[in-house]
């Protein structure tokens, strides 16, 4: 296979780069949502008794890994 001729030496480190520089965006906006979802499902779970059970219902999960999750993202 020949080498291609419009690549510049240095290129596959310029890609690296950015693939880490958005990579790093991604996660940062990922954690951030995480955060705001969990911290809405625990105001959502503490507006009348029982209520942490019905979002664990809706979401189809077990009572404790909505607690777990409110906890983790609320601390």
């Known amino acids: 296979m020949t080498a ?3 690549v510049q030496p240095g ?9 880490l520089a958005a990579k790093a965006v991604r996660d940062t906006a990922v954690s951030a949502a995480e955060k705001e979802f969990w911290q809405r499902m625990g ?7 029982g209520a942490q059970q019905d979002v664990a219902d809706a979401m189809g999960r ?10 983790k993202y609320t601390a």
């Open 4 to 6: 291609r001729r419009d």
């Open 11 to 19: 290129t596959a480190d310029d890609i690296k780069a950015a693939v």
């Open 43 to 49: 105001e959502l779970s503490k507006s009348y008794h």
């Open 62 to 71: 077990k009572r404790d890994y909505v607690y777990k999750n409110v906890r």
